[in-house]
C-alpha cells in the first residue's frame, strides 16, 4: 500500500512552491478598472502594469497582483482607461500663439468683434491688436465684414483678426498700409477683396500673408510659455500627441530644446513646411526622432477652405457662381514636393478641401506612389471628394486623414456653398474608411476645439452639442465607436508610423493613457462631450489631474 501525504503536508508544499514564483518588480499596477486596450482584438481588461514607462502586461487584477510587485498601486475603482489620446491633426504651435490674441471664437456679428476689441485693447497704443476664430457663417448676415468700424476705432493701431479656419482674415487700413496693400494688388494663390474700388479689408489665402508676415514675433521666453500653457491645455483634455500640421525650422528647434530639457512633455509628430531651410535640414538629411519627438513628412497645401470659399472646386461654387475657389499653390510646386519627398522616402500630406484640389493631388500621388505601397502619404481633410475620387484613395494606399467636427460645424451652410449633389461626397467619412479599412481623424484645432471627445462624439453621432439633427447629419457616413476610438489612438499612430510605439496599451508599449470619469463607449451620446478627464498619464508619469 502506497504511503499518502498529509492534507498538511500538501499545503505546505504548495506553500513552498508558491513561494518560488517571485513575484517583478514595477514601477505602476492599476487595477479594478475598465481598461480598453485598442489591441487587435480591441480587448477590455482590469488592470495593467508600467515599468520604465513601458506597458509591461495587461490582464486581469488577480493575475497581475499576484504576479508583479510596484511601487505605486492605483486601485481605479471602477474608473475608465484608454491609450493617450492622439490629434491627428491640429496646429498646436499656432494655438500657442492664440491664446495672447483676442478669442473671437462665438461671435454673433462684426459688431460684438469691435466690443471685444475696445475692451481689450485701449486706445493710445501703437502695438499690433490681434485676434482669431471669428466666422462670418456664424453671423446673421452671412457676409464677409468691412474694415470700415476698425478704422473708426483704432485709426493708428493695425489690426489682424484672423478667420476661425485660418485661411482668410480682416485688417484695418494701417495694417493694409503698412503692407502695401491696395485695390490694385495681386498675389498668386490669394484674393484681395475690393468693392466699388476699395480694399475691404478681406485678405482670403496667401493675400492674408501679407499682413500675418509684418506681425512682430514674441521672444523665446514668450514661445516658451506659450508652448506651456498649450500643452497643459492638451493635456487636461486627454491628449498626449499631437500632429502639428505645417512648421518651420525655429519652431521644430524650440520644441525639441524644451523636450530635451523635460520643459515640454507632449509628444509631437512634426509637419514641416516645404522651405529651403526644411528641405535642407531634414528631408535631404533623412528622419529626426527621439523618444518625444517625430520628424519625417512635408505638409503642402493644394487649396483653401470652404467657408471663406478658397476650397478649390471642379464647379462653381453654388452660391458664387463667379468663384471656384483658390488653387495656393501651382501645380509644378506640388509636384516638384512630391518628387522629391519620394526620393527621400519623405511622408506627404496635402491640405485639400475642394474636389479639384482633392483630384490634383491624388492624381500626383498616384504618379509617385504607382500602386499599393506603405508609404502612407494623406490626404489632410479630403473633405468634399468627387465620386468618382474615392477609389484612388485604397488603390494607392493614400490616407484620408480626417476631422470629424468640420462636419458638425459646416452642416448649417455647407450645402449652399456647394448644393446638394456634392454635399453627398463630402464629409464622406465612412466611404473613406472603406478605402483602406482604416483612417486617423484630428481636430485642426484652433480651427475647432482642441478636446479630442467633441471629435469622436461628433464622429459617429453626427449632430451638434446640442443634438442637432436629432437623427444625425448623412448618417451613411457617420462611423461607430469603436472606429472613432481607433482613429483617435491606433489608427492616429499608424498615420505616422507610430503603431509599434504608441496608440494602444500593450505590452512594449509607452505608457500614455487618459483616466475618464465616465465610459465614451456606452455612456448615452449627448452626455459624451461633458465627460471630464480625470488624469493623463505619459511615459508612465502623470502629467495632468483634474482638480
Known sequence: MKPRLSISLVILVFIVL????????????????????????????????????????????????????????????????????????????????????????????????????????????????????WDQNDWNIKEYPDRSLLDELFPDQPVFLERIDGHGAIANARALELAGISADSFIEGGEIIV???????????????????????????????????????????????????????????????????????????????????????????GFYKTDRLNIRSLKLYADGALGSRGALLIEPYSDAWEKQGLQVNTTEFLNQMCKLSSENNFQVATHCIGDSANRLMLSIYKDKLGGKNDRRWRIEHAQIVHPDDFILFGDYSIIPSIQTTHATSDMYWAAERIGNRRIKSAYAYKQLLVQNGWLPNGSDFPVEN???????????????????????????????????????????ARSCFEENERGSIEGGKMADFVILDQDIMTAESIDIPKIKVLETWIAGEQVYRSK
Open 195 to 285: 468693392k466699388d474700388g476699395r480694399v475691404t479689408g478681406i485678405l482670403v489665402d496667401n493675400a492674408a500673408d501679407l499682413v500675418a508676415d509684418l506681425i512682430p514675433v514674441p521672444g523665446e521666453q514668450e514661445k516658451k510659455e506659450n508652448l506651456q500653457r498649450a500643452e497643459q491645455n492638451c493635456f487636461a483634455v486627454g491628449l498626449s500627441t499631437i500632429v502639428d500640421a505645417g512648421l518651420e525650422k525655429t519652431e521644430v528647434d524650440l520644441i525639441d530644446m524644451l523636450q530635451q530639457t523635460g520643459e515640454l512633455k507632449i509628444r509631437v509628430y512634426a509637419m514641416l513646411n516645404p522651405t529651403q531651410e526644411n528641405i535642407d535640414n531634414y528631408v535631404l538629411k
Open 18 to 133: 508558491s513561494g518560488c514564483q517571485e513575484r517583478r518588480d514595477s514601477d505602476v499596477i492599476l487595477y479594478n478598472g475598465i481598461i480598453y486596450t485598442v489591441d487587435k482584438n480591441f480587448s477590455v481588461c482590469e488592470a495593467v502594469v508600467i515599468k520604465d514607462g513601458i506597458f509591461v502586461e495587461s490582464g486581469s487584477t488577480k493575475e497581475l497582483r499576484s504576479r508583479y510587485r510596484a511601487d505605486k498601486k492605483i486601485d481605479l475603482n471602477g474608473q475608465v482607461v484608454y491609450p493617450g489620446f492622439y490629434d491627428a491633426h491640429c496646429h498646436f504651435t499656432a494655438y500657442s500663439e492664440s491664446l495672447r490674441k483676442a478669442n473671437l471664437v462665438g461671435t454673433s456679428s462684426f459688431e460684438d468683434i469691435c466690443e471685444i476689441l475696445k475692451e481689450h485693447h485701449p486706445e493710445g497704443s501703437d502695438e499690433w491688436i490681434l485676434g482669431h476664430g
Open 450 to 492: 482642441i478636446n479630442p471627445l467633441f471629435g469622436f462624439y461628433a464622429g459617429f453621432s453626427r449632430m451638434d452639442q446640442a443634438g442637432f439633427p436629432e437623427q444625425g447629419w448623412q448618417m451613411e457616413n457617420a462611423l461607430n465607436r469603436e472606429e472613432c476610438l481607433k482613429a483617435m489612438t491606433i489608427w492616429a
